[in-house]
């Protein structure tokens, strides 16, 4: 799978402020620091469905159209209102690219005709016959407790110059700050079913183009993944042997780490596959070198079989990645403070992140008959809350079917030959408490398709 310069459109931005501090001694390259309540503004269209708020179209369904009355639509940010209003970024109502609720912005919390939502959505009513919102038929189907898939990273680390840096009030750097944490994380999972590999960027340490901008040299990694168990020393060792310098050419870094996760995963089924991209700036060589672009990049590998997803680890008080993480699938990045103790605050992201249920990917339980084969339109996936309300969670045929409906869903890894379950972002967030079933024996509730 290649990830080229040509990118799919950005789908959706969080209808937050996105505050980003001056990491790699770079400002923001595209003017996208959001006043209070604000939103960032993109130029072009929906990735699917929606209407867009520029001229540039859209590039599944929705169409395109003159920017909204009152504010400029475009790559540098557009303008925002806190209520009402007619620009680019509106709190609520409003015709802008973005909006908390109604409106026709590329995102939405709820409501609208934007991408794929990302807010916790509830599932379909679920009656103890074993069918949601009163099925046609009962089934009594057996019941399964979800497994989560275990987890292969690709961790991307940034060592540009600025990774030199000392952390306030310390004499530790940032890069020696990170050496104690990846060492802590490799101690404390080796005995896991986790598995990980890593790569840097840039190449040179230096400023040489032609080198630290080939894709090509960030599709390899420096330490291929592999149970910590066996390459956890390697990593290690890595990290070591690494000195921070050079620029941060994260484009590049981004698509080839996000290229390599996608071969890894396909010769891998079974296994969840994610990129871990981590820095402490803004993109400040080779192109892209805005966040859009990164987010673009993302953005595609998330919506492209394999579906590989990227965990963003921003380094800085006020260093904030949250639409990259969101295009790439995991909703927002993780942020580590530096009036913190920075070696553990990073060593317990990364054990987060390979916590396989952040992943919201499931396996496929056994067929309820031993002799016979699962039969795949005989699945269901319910979501039972911490006060025991059951929901069903209605099928979708991939995530593009996860802009067509107000309740979620799920959808196979793999329609011809399925290993897990994925299920849509918004099922996801609503995951993050309590217990998700797989029943087998009894088909599901379809998804607005």
Partial sequence: MRFSRTFLPLAALLGSGILLGAGCASKDPEGSLASAGGTVGRGGGSAKGGTSGSANGTAKGGSGGSSATGGSSGATGGSS??????GN????????????TGGTGNSTASGGSGAYPTSACEGLSFDAGGQAGGGEESCSGVSNEAEPVPIDLYIMMDRSVSMGSLIPGTNTTRWEALQQAVEGFVDASADDDVRAGIGFFGVTGGNDDLIDCNQN????????????DDVGGDIVAAMADMVPGGLTPEGPALAGALEHAAAWAEENPGRVTAVVLVSDGYPTQCTPNTLSGLADIAEQAHLEE???????????ADFNLDAVALAGGT???FLVDEKTDVAESFASVLRNVANSKLACEYALPPSNDPTMKLDYEKVQVTYTTADGQTEEIPSVPSIDGCAQTANGGWYYDNLA???SI???PCTCTRFDAGRVDVRVGCKPRVGVR
């Avoid at 970024?89 to 908390?100: M, R």
């Avoid at 040299?217 to 149970?227: F, Q």
């Fill in 81 to 86: 209102g806190a209520t009402g209003g007619s």
């Fill in 89 to 100: 970024s509106s709190a609520t109502g409003g015709t802008g690219n973005t909006s908390a």
């Fill in 217 to 228: 040299n960030y599709s390899t990694p420096k330490v291929e993944i592999g149970r910590l």
């Fill in 306 to 316: 394999p579906y590989i997803r990227t965990y963003v680890i921003g380094l800085a």
């Fill in 331 to 333: 909703r927002k990045s």
């Fill in 417 to 419: 030959n399925p290993t």
């Fill in 422 to 424: 994925k299920v849509c």
